[in-house]
């Protein structure tokens, strides 16, 4: 038997019980996607349960799913993963260029893959831009494209959020485009279609059919992926407790099982904070120290990614971001040295630097997406 008669085979095993499982989890509801073939299949990403979630519309195909590096760190369960299903590792905050090639080589072989082309599970609840490259990977692949939509995900889970809210979830195919019709459109054309198929804004769709995400502990986790007080424009004094999230400035707000905010000033929803935040930090425009950091994080631990998905400890100790550089522990990254910046998770920052692949891990509930953002704008 070989690999790919092997994974087919344990696809077909083991797709109808998550099927169910993800049906009970998170009320999920989908249709069967069939398409002859190999196809690429692009959906949004917007909970770490998507691959699974996407899972239950395909019935009739096995897929290979291109999926974060860390995944193959992980020891023991990281080969039976492997052995089992053999995902396409994919290095954020690097080129990408090994993972292309790789989806190619199953394309090519007639095999049909799940890309998640914005690269990250969203932060707010709105989809981000596909990475630029899909286009050209779709055009080369010689495969059918497929855009499918998660619609209710994010409330569900949310990348910052602590346990499965379970509200309405529903999975289907948006768009499927053969490799006739791809041949006469470029890359950006490409691209701007994906875009549009694969668009989900939580925040429209609530307020269009609200739904009920219940949990006593909502709000919990929100500070990873808000830093920036509006009230008082400070950086990393925002806390959260079961439903609410405060700064000890007198902001206090409740995020209710909708999804928005109460009191609805200075932001209706999560959605809004996020283009503010981003906005604000990117020019510069929050409270800054007189001197030392402009932020910095007590307790993390950095590694160095070496070949064959191998980490070796560097440092342990605190994080710092200074106008010109990123210091960690006693290592200093001068940033205009640092070709590229991504984080994984909530509560891990992956960054390339002179030749090197380096990884930042938070013990506890931080906000590690305003280093990326001052990254950004230097």
Not at 97 to 107: F, G
Not at 238 to 254: N, V, Y
Not at 290 to 315: A, K, M, N, W, Y
Request: aromatic share 10%; net charge positive.
């Amino acid at each position: 038997m070989d690999s790919y008669e092997r994974h087919q085979r344990f696809w077909y095993f083991i797709q109808p019980p998550i099927r169910r499982w993800m049906i009970r989890k998170f009320n999920l509801t989908y249709e069967d996607l069939h398409v002859e073939g190999p196809m690429l299949l692009v959906p949004n990403h917007a909970s770490a349960w998507d691959p699974l979630l996407v899972s239950a519309s395909l019935t009739k195909k096995q897929v290979y799913y291109v999926a974060s590096e860390h995944l193959f760190r992980l020891g023991l369960v990281s080969r039976i993963i492997a052995h089992l299903v053999s995902p396409i590792p994919r290095r954020k905050a690097s080129t990408g260029m090994d993972t292309v090639k790789a989806c190619l080589r199953e394309l090519k072989a007639g095999h049909s893959v799940c890309l998640f082309a914005e690269g990250e599970q969203c932060w707010a609840g709105r989809t981000n831009p596909v990475f630029p490259a899909t286009g050209k990977l779709v055009k080369s692949s010689g495969a059918s494209l497929v855009t499918y939509r998660l619609e209710g995900a994010y409330l569900s889970l949310p990348r910052w959020g602590k346990g499965v809210r379970r509200g309405a979830v529903h999975g289907h195919p948006v768009g499927i485009y053969p490799p006739e019709l791809l041949k006469g459109m470029t890359p950006n054309e490409i691209n701007t279609l994906i875009e549009r198929d694969i668009r989900e804004d939580a925040w429209e769709r609530q307020r269009d059919d609200p739904v009920a995400y219940p949990g006593r502990h909502r709000a919990e986790g929100m500070e990873q992926a808000f830093c920036l007080c509006p009230r008082c424009r400070r950086i990393g004094t925002l806390r959260t407790r079961d439903i609410r999230i405060f700064c000890d400035c007198g902001l206090d707000l409740t995020y209710t099982e909708t999804g928005f905010f109460l009191p609805d000033t200075p932001f209706a929803h999560p959605g809004e904070w996020d283009r503010w935040q981003t906005a604000q930090l990117r020019t510069g425009n929050f409270v800054r120290p007189d001197s030392g950091p402009l932020f910095s994080d007590t307790d993390v631990t950095l590694c160095q990614i070496v070949s064959d998905h191998r980490d070796r400890v560097l440092e342990q100790g605190d994080l710092a971001l200074y106008e010109d550089r990123l210091i960690c522990g006693s290592r200093s990254f001068p940033l205009q040295d640092i070709s590229s910046m991504a984080d994984v998770l909530a509560n891990r920052l992956l960054f390339s630097f002179d030749g090197g692949y380096y990884e930042i891990r938070a013990r506890h509930p931080v906000c590690l997406r305003k280093y990326i953002e001052l990254w950004k704008a230097r």
